[in-house]
């Protein structure tokens, strides 16, 4: 599987987009979607709630496990995607397109976000 | 001992096909090969090819054959005919049950043989305790794990896929039963013993001849629908058929009476001696189901999204009234479902204000009889 080099990776396996107006979009990545399975449930954070780096802001249920979503970066959620609600086999089938999860007006992220390579590298080992 | 996984015959098949594998009771096996959804799918309505080669097979052979398995096990195993199979129990001296297992019976009286198949989780402590049982019986219990290795062909479309690649009498093979035969020219216990809710096959062979044999059912199956199918979708589609399984509805905490399953401990068997394994305390289990009633194995189907899972508790006006024992968001009915034991009270089917605590929440279910599915025949 490629990841894109556009975005930067967080170690819950969350990708960010490039910020535009200081808004990116977070989703998870297609080695998380792998190791999720079917995707069946995605509890999302809302629009105008305050997430944290590092922190749970939801959860993504799958056939054989339910896994919380973190989010990458901290800041004010100003969309969630209610294709995902609707249909959750988007993660699946659309990690990095139609399966984005939130967007988030960042107003602090951490040091360890990695770029496409690192991220590569860092599943590989 | 090694640590490392045990791999089947059909190792490289998997990893061929891009399978997702997961460690099992020490094997490594396939948990899906793409989308565990679409494997249910594909069983539910046309079929799916299982590799199902870490069951444990324990043959017992000798002319004491029967009696010793109606001393081992609580089922009267002295009354299934040749070709016949049987769904029965081993239980400790406590009666807590130590595997459910299938009993097939291969030789006639003058050559008695079984093939007994437990959980592959099971496997070695069911060889130990037929091997301990064994003492003064004179019959052989063989380890026969080796020797097989185990496909499944579930679904629809399988009685047409098997009769495709052999002249075996499939028709005349009922559920329940096992006949060698010839499938795509290897040799194979053919058995119809299905744990997916389907009708079905299983095929018992050589582990030299098992990717051959993957091979031609896949040939015959591919352009009728038929996929590879994973452990994944194996639970989903017992789950939805109200299938028990080991560890999870039954455990050696329980009873075969507990579990809802007494019809499967036979107090009078076809043998001399009726004594049996366990049977003091299955009696009293027995009496102690009449007069005070365990906790019913009832299904659960949630009226929200959110997923029960084993372990997760049952409740009524904010009192834990059971346990969730197997749970999962099923493919066919779109919802979430579950089995789980609750108090006899809560367990008649329409059951109202019965909820999950789903990590602190209380979401509602509505109580089922099980099963979940069953097909249409």
Redesign the interface.
């Given at each position: 599987m490629s990841n894109p080099q556009q975005l930067r990776y967080s170690k819950e396996h969350e990708w960010l987009s490039a910020t535009e107006d200081g808004v990116a979009t977070v989703g998870i990545t297609e080695h998380a979607a792998?190791a999720l399975?079917?995707v069946?449930?995605a509890?999302l954070p809302e629009v105008g709630d305050t997430v944290t780096a590092g922190e749970s802001c939801g959860e993504l249920?799958s056939?054989?496990?339910?896994s919380d979503l973190y989010a990458p970066v901290t800041g004010e959620v100003v969309a969630a995607n209610q294709d995902v609600v609707d249909d959750p086999?988007l993660v699946?089938s659309a990690p990095f397109e139609g399966g984005w999860l939130f967007k988030v007006r960042i107003s602090g992220e951490p040091d360890d976000l990695m770029s496409a390579d690192e991220y590569t590298a860092f599943t590989a080992g | 001992m090694s640590t490392a996984p045990r791999l089947t015959a059909l190792d490289a098949v998997h990893r061929s096909l891009g399978a997702?594998m997961t460690d099992f009771a020490g094997w490594d096996m396939p948990?899906?090969y793409a989308?565990?959804?679409d494997e249910h799918n594909a069983v539910r309505t046309k079929a799916g090819l299982f590799d199902l080669s870490h069951m444990g097979e324990i043959t017992v052979t000798g002319p004491a054959a029967a009696d010793f398995l109606n001393f081992a096990l609580v089922g009267n195993i002295g009354s299934i005919g040749v070709g016949r199979a049987r769904y029965t129990m081993i239980v400790a001296e406590d009666g807590g049950i130590l595997d459910d297992l299938i009993v097939y019976r291969l030789g006639a009286a003058e050559a008695p043989e079984y093939m007994v198949v437990a959980n592959a989780s099971n496997a070695q402590v069911v060889l130990d305790a037929l091997t301990a049982r064994a003492d003064t019986f004179d019959v052989e219990v063989r380890d026969d794990r080796d020797a097989y290795a185990l496909l499944a062909v579930q679904g629809p479309e399988s009685p047409g896929i098997l009769k495709s690649l052999t002249d075996a009498d499939l028709d005349g093979l009922k559920y329940y039963a096992g006949l060698p035969g010839t499938v795509a020219g290897v040799s194979a216990l053919i058995a119809r013993t299905g744990y997916t809710g389907e009708d079905g096959f299983e095929l018992f062979v050589s582990p030299g001849d098992a990717e051959k044999l993957w091979g031609a059912l896949m040939e015959a199956g591919t352009p009728v629908g038929m996929v590879p199918a994973g452990l994944?979708c194996r639970?989903?589609l017992r789950l939805e058929a109200g299938m028990p399984l080991y560890g999870h509805e039954l455990t050696a905490e329980l009873t075969p009476f507990d579990a809802g399953l007494g019809r499967v401990v036979k107090f009078e068997k076809t043998s001399q001696s009726e004594t049996f394994v366990g049977r003091a305390a299955l009696t009293a289990a027995a009496e102690r189901a009449e007069t005070a009633p365990p906790r019913k194995l009832v299904g659960l189907i949630a009226e929200g999204?959110?997923?029960p899972?084993a372990g997760f508790s049952v409740v009524a006006d904010g009192k834990v009234i059971g346990e969730v024992t197997s749970g999962?968001?099923s493919p066919t009915l779109g919802k979430?479902i579950a089995m789980a034991y609750v108090d006899a009270e809560h367990a008649a089917p329409g059951t109202e204000g019965v909820g999950v605590d789903i990590?602190g929440t209380h979401e509602p279910y509505e109580v089922v009889a099980l099963p979940f599915y069953k097909r249409q025949k």
């Open positions: 792998n399975g079917d069946v449930f509890q249920e056939t054989k496990s339910v086999s699946n | 997702t948990l899906r989308s565990e959804r994944s639970d989903t999204r959110r997923v899972r999962a968001p979430p990590r």
